[in-house]
């Protein structure tokens, strides 16, 4: 379980670290940078956010939408993951 209490998955080796939401333990979507300087996926941040008001890995204040998107994070992960469709379905895989 992660720290929302949801199932997580493991990393087998076979998908980069840093694709990994720290929150969910699965890879991103749509990955942030927040203000505490740690990567996360926004969705998993908005809700830890919404309970806490807290960075998931400071604990420093945090606001909603306080953080920036990683385009250049995101483009490599869409790339991964057209590369490697075995870890999603197709309707999970970007335009």
Known sequence: MN??????????GEIPSVFLCPITDDVMRTPVVARDGFT???????KWVRQSATSPLTRETIEEY??????????????WMVENPSYYP??????
């Not at 197709?90 to 335009?95: C, G, H, I, K, N």
């Open 3 to 12: 720290a929302l209490g949801e199932k997580i998955t493991i990393n087998d």
């Open 40 to 46: 996360y996926d926004e969705s998993a941040l908005l």
């Open 66 to 79: 306080d953080w920036t998107i990683d385009r250049s994070l995101a483009n490599r992960i869409d790339k």
């Open 90 to 95: 197709a309707a999970d895989l970007p335009p």
